[in-house]
């Protein structure tokens, strides 16, 4: 395959798509559809999951109902099987808690005319102090 000459508006897109289902409890369920059944990898502040209904179970098992979420950068890189390498940094509100820096890298594998999400990795920038 070559390399993906839209990887900048598909990283884009994608990020739009995603944190709309996230951010949204009556919708976070949907992300299922963008994860695979079987070969999805997630990092979820250190703790690894695989498969979608095992992603999902974290992340439907989130407590908190309301997000303010600012996006300071959406970096888009293209991979040589077709695919979108995608790092995103902001800063996260969850319901009354202070807000937090974090980062998520996303790898969108090609399948068809769609991507899936093959690799997600989410971090709280949150540094212990000694």
């Given amino acids: 395959m070559a390399l993906n000459p839209a990887y900048e508006a598909i990283g884009k897109g994608f990020v739009s798509q995603y944190y ?3 951010d949204d409890p ?4 949907k992300l299922v559809n963008l994860y695979n059944q079987e ?14 209904l095992k992603i999902m179970e974290k992340l ?3 407590t908190f ?6 996006i300071t950068s959406v970096d888009s890189q293209p991979m040589f099987d077709g695919g979108v390498l995608i790092s995103v940094l ?3 509100q969850t319901d009354e808690d202070p807000p937090h ?3 998520q890298t996303f790898v969108l594998k090609p399948v068809g005319t769609s991507f899936y999400i093959q690799h997600d990795i989410f ?3 949150l540094h212990d102090s000694l």
């Fill in 39 to 52: 070969t999805s990898f997630m990092t979820f502040e250190g703790m690894q999951l695989q498969g979608a």
């Fill in 20 to 22: 709309a289902f996230f």
């Fill in 26 to 29: 009556n919708e976070r369920s």
């Fill in 123 to 125: 971090r709280l920038a």
């Fill in 90 to 92: 902001g800063r996260l």
């Fill in 65 to 70: 109902q309301k997000i303010n979420r600012i």
């Fill in 60 to 62: 439907t098992s989130l």
């Fill in 101 to 103: 820096a974090y980062s």
